[in-house]
């Protein structure tokens, strides 16, 4: 199912490039557009896990720089029947996780330095085990791709808006692409687009990893818990992110103003831990 959304994802954001470039430059914009594309997509696939990780300054580290958190991903790898993951450490002190990556045998999980602090053994168990899940659930490639496709979206709002005001790029005059408007409406679609995109894949995932996180470890309450001390931490040290990347945290982290504030990509705190203990933590 997820290798579908993925596809999916792929071909919208070909066929949306070259719809864009059809409206803003006609068919030398198409013809561009088609080939921005194909090189967008290649990158999304191959690429999208390492320009997250570079975006957030992540760090690679070794077993003996990062032993407590080696020890659990490896017994807990061992447990899932999975490849041994890199780790990766934020230099924040704002608590919060990610996984990216293709494919298992190419995944990555990252944790920000203020994570290591903050949680038990027992709640940090259950974090890697949750971002573990979106390995094993396969999860993680969409969730990139979904990354790239909405910065992409963006991207193409704000062409389509110089452009316009510009009289395209040889495809037509303004008058014939719409002009000035059309581009402003671009500008002022593409990122609620891009919002929802992830709206639609990321809710749903949270909840399955959570699920699947906590089978793993046989602790529901330790993962509750983590979460419960993430989301009051988070609050007091936001960790700030780009709109397009929000999704792959483990807490929603902040996104300032605009739209971003528009759409949460995360269920719940309150309601993931209902689920996990069936009440509220006391």
């Given at each position: 199912m997820n ?7 792929l ?9 864009a ?6 068919q030398n ?7 921005l ?21 992540a760090q690679p580290?070794?077993?003996?720089e ?8 490896e ?17 924040t002190e704002?608590?919060?996780a990610f996984a ?8 990555s999980?990252a ?14 168990a259950?974090?890697?085990a949750h971002e573990?899940a ?7 490639l ?22 316009s ?5 040889g495809?037509?005059?303004?008058r ?6 059309g581009?402003l ?23 399955e990893?959570?699920a699947t996180?906590a ?5 529901p ?9 993430l ?5 007091r040290?936001?960790l700030?992110?780009?709109?397009s990347?929000a999704?792959?945290?483990i ?9 971003g504030?528009?759409?949460s990509?995360?269920p719940?705190?309150k309601e ?9 933590l006391?």
């Amino acid at each position: 199912m997820n290798t579908f959304k993925s596809t999916l994802l792929l071909v919208g954001l070909m066929l949306l490039l070259v719809f864009a470039g059809d409206r803003i430059g006609g068919q030398n914009g198409m013809l561009l557009a088609f080939v921005l594309s194909v090189a967008m997509n290649f990158t999304a696939y191959f690429y999208s896990d390492k320009i997250a990780l570079k975006m957030y300054r992540a760090q690679p580290v070794t077993r003996d720089e990062l032993p407590r958190a080696y020890e659990v991903v490896e017994r807990l790898t061992a447990k899932q029947n999975l490849p041994m993951p890199k780790i990766y450490v934020l230099p924040t002190e704002s608590p919060n996780a990610f996984a990216t990556g293709r494919n298992p045998q190419h995944a990555s999980v990252a944790v920000t330095h203020g994570i290591l602090g903050l949680l038990t053994d027992e709640e940090l168990a259950g974090v890697l085990a949750h971002e573990l899940a979106h390995v094993k659930n396969r999860d993680i490639l969409t969730s990139s791709i979904a990354a790239t496709l909405a910065g992409a979206i963006t991207m193409i709002a704000r062409m389509g808006y110089w452009a316009s005001l510009f009289g395209g790029y040889g495809g037509g005059g303004r008058r014939e692409r719409g002009g000035g408007i059309g581009g402003l409406l671009m500008l002022i679609v593409a990122p609620i687009a891009a919002s929802l995109i992830q709206l639609a894949i990321s809710r749903s995932r949270e909840f399955e990893a959570d699920a699947t996180g906590a089978a793993t470890t046989g602790n529901p309450y330790a993962l509750a818990s983590a979460l419960q001390k993430l989301e009051n931490y988070s609050k007091r040290l936001p960790l700030e992110a780009t709109p397009s990347t929000a999704h792959m945290f483990i807490i929603a982290p902040l996104l300032g103003g605009g739209f971003g504030n528009l759409f949460s990509t995360h269920p719940p705190t309150k309601e993931r831990i209902h689920r996990l203990i069936g009440r509220d933590l006391v």
